[in-house]
């Protein structure tokens, strides 16, 4: 699979591999399977962080890439993490996976519904405070539970309030990075975020941000990032319904062409078929929006 140099030294494969529902929806023995099958088709970046899999996703991904660490980009994020509460409800995770793949089959012909609340799984979580401390402590919990001594990319999770103290969360990086433990440093965010953080979005070495095809600023965005390094979640969840999931990664890799796309596959033949994707989209053009 075609590589692409998000951040100078660090090569990633342009289809990345989302682990958000590593041991939440997704059991462990398949979460291993895809990982490997993953690897095995060219997939060398993965996205994870502090609070996936209530906080055991790590843990599993580290143990998969234990003996070919070098040969994989990994990137975690800080900010959001699992409370006490998601160690409590552990033994009835496979029975909450059951009823969401159930949903998920009765509304899998339907448009995305709009959220009428909180999810409930929510409750599961919590924000932490974010500063030089608590970025430091969740980097060494990333660390341990990967079983790695670095991090390629090491992210700011979704923060909901613009960052006041950018320049102690920088200062940290920086010594971060001359320690070896992180090799970059960047801010994920909602596309209805970004006029929080976009006065400092220079401060950061990577931006990882959704952009589904569809969204009434989709076009505007590609023109101002095509030529820029990103990477870019959640592609599938919102925006047009007039394109088939395929469709939307391809122009995804085709507007995008120097960023990363990161997709949850957990089924072997979503995991092939995206693949197959990126290698007849290596050659095509932009889309015209």
Not at 217 to 233: N, P, Q, T, V, W
Request: a positive charge; glycine letters at 6%; hydrophobic letters at 35%.
């Amino acid at each position: 699979m075609r590589k692409i140099e998000l951040v100078k030294g660090i090569h990633s494969s342009v289809l990345g591999l989302g682990c958000a529902p590593v041991l939440g929806s997704i059991d462990s023995k398949t979460c291993r399977r895809a990982l490997s099958l993953a690897f095995e088709h060219g997939i060398t970046h993965y996205d994870l962080a502090r609070s996936y899999g209530f906080g055991d996703a790590e843990g599993l991904v580290g143990g998969v890439f234990k003996n070919n660490r070098d040969k994989v980009v990994l990137a975690s994020k800080f900010g959001i993490k699992a409370d006490w509460k998601a160690s409590l409800l552990r033994p009835i995770k496979p029975i909450v996976r059951v009823l969401r793949g159930s949903e998920k089959k009765q509304d899998a012909s339907l448009p995305p519904k709009q959220p009428s609340g909180k999810n409930p799984s929510d409750m599961l979580f919590k924000r932490v405070e974010i500063n030089s401390m608590e970025m430091q402590k969740s980097l060494e919990e990333s660390l341990k539970a990967l079983k790695t001594d670095y991090l390629d990319y090491f992210l700011v999770h979704e923060p909901l309030q613009s960052i006041t103290n950018i320049d102690e969360l920088c200062e940290m990086a920086m010594r971060l990075k001359a320690s070896g433990k992180i090799r970059a440093f960047g801010l994920a965010y909602m596309q209805s975020q970004r006029h929080l953080h976009e006065s400092y979005f220079d401060r950061f070495d990577i931006l990882q941000f959704n952009s589904p095809p569809g969204v009434a600023a989709y076009r505007k965005l590609a023109e101002e990032r095509s030529g820029k390094a990103d990477i870019i979640f959640s592609p599938l969840r919102g925006g047009t319904w007039d394109m088939s999931p395929g469709e939307k990664i391809k122009k995804l890799i085709r507007d995008f062409p120097k960023s990363v796309v990161l997709c949850s596959m957990f089924s072997e033949a979503h995991l092939i078929e995206n693949v197959k994707l990126v290698e007849e989209s290596q050659f095509q053009p932009p889309c015209n929006y």
